[in-house]
């Protein structure tokens, strides 16, 4: 194939970009620059590698295939940028990861202490709702995932590292709130707020109380935790979050558990990838670090409450 490794990173930001323009921001180059690199690239190629119909850049077939190529081709030379930094006993290069939204409160802390370990490392952190990092999956646009409740369709290698305790949460001026041993078939008597539709919370409530019998009195769904905590705040019911989300609400007495049967739901966070992805040195040292370091990992994720919100229940 006649082409040169810029002329395939300056297609491969194209077809990523979708945008001339963009791609030349991205590449530190003129539009014009990106332009004739393309041309030359079809040229050499003798293949129309886009199409434009309307206002809107398309890939070719060929495009298509030539931007898969490119997309392992420039992964591999990442990753042996990483394997030679590594065997001078450093790793250097960029770590993509992403988790879920119950997973926001921790994960700052876990990647901090992966980079001490690696300051070398670019870190990259995306936190979204389960539904996106389903569609981050099939689009294999990470190294790694953190989430809980695991896709059925999708076959991932899956590695627990962590309890994720699901419990109940009010107002403290809640009916419930000083109750002791509250049977679960009372959630029916009481308004309660719902994550969205997909959410791993969500299906882990409704599966309990399925199996109990227990028909939830919904009045409303929400689409985050931090919404869902400021709902029960202001007494507009109860609802299941993970205690991960609100350490600071339970140290300060905003919010209050629930001491319902059977709760806390306890569940497991992962760290997952696809079956079949090749992970770079960086992603497999940090599933080394996660595994290796389980005890400290879980101590960690608790550290905020523990340490932080706590002291500040003290200040309040």
Not at 24 to 51: H, W, Y
Not at 186 to 198: C, D, P, T, V
Request: glycine share 4%; charged share 20%; net charge neutral.
């Amino acid at each position: 194939m006649r082409a040169t490794l810029h002329q395939l990173k300056v297609f491969r930001q194209v077809a990523i970009s979708m945008n001339y323009t963009k791609a030349a921001d991205k590449l530190g180059l003129s539009q014009p620059a990106v332009s004739i690199q393309l041309k030359q690239l079809e040229n050499n190629l003798d293949l129309f590698l886009f199409e434009k119909i309307g206002k809107t850049l398309y890939l070719t077939n060929a495009g298509k295939a030539l931007k898969q190529f490119c997309d392992e081709l420039f992964v591999s030379f990442d990753n042996i940028d990483m394997t030679l930094s590594g065997l001078k006993g450093e790793l250097t290069g960029d770590f993509c990861l992403s988790a879920v939204t119950s997973a926001k409160y921790f994960t700052p802390h876990l990647l901090g202490a992966f980079h001490k370990r690696h300051p070398k490392v670019n870190l990259h952190l995306d936190i979204v709702n389960r539904e996106q990092i389903i569609e981050r999956l099939h689009e294999n646009k990470d190294d790694l995932v953190i989430m809980g409740l695991l896709p059925e369709n999708i076959p991932l290698t899956k590695h627990p590292f962590v309890e994720n305790p699901i419990i109940l949460i009010a107002s403290p001026q809640h009916a419930l709130a000083k109750r002791d041993n509250i049977a679960l078939t009372e959630l029916s008597q009481h308004a309660f707020i719902h994550r969205e539709k997909g959410s791993g919370t969500r299906k882990a409530i409704e599966e309990v109380v399925k199996a109990g019998g227990v028909e939830l009195s919904v009045n409303m769904t929400l689409g985050n935790s931090e919404t869902i905590k400021q709902a029960v705040m202001a007494d507009l019911g109860i609802s299941a979050v993970s205690r991960h989300s609100v350490a600071l609400e339970l140290a300060t007495n905003t919010l209050v558990e629930l001491k319902v049967e059977g709760f806390p739901l306890v569940k497991t966070w992962y760290v997952v990838h696809h079956e079949s992805k090749h992970l770079s040195p960086i992603a497999k040292a940090f599933v080394e670090f996660v595994l290796s370091e389980e005890e400290n990992v879980a101590a960690l994720c608790n550290r905020f409450l523990e340490h932080h919100f706590v002291s500040k229940k003290h200040s309040v």
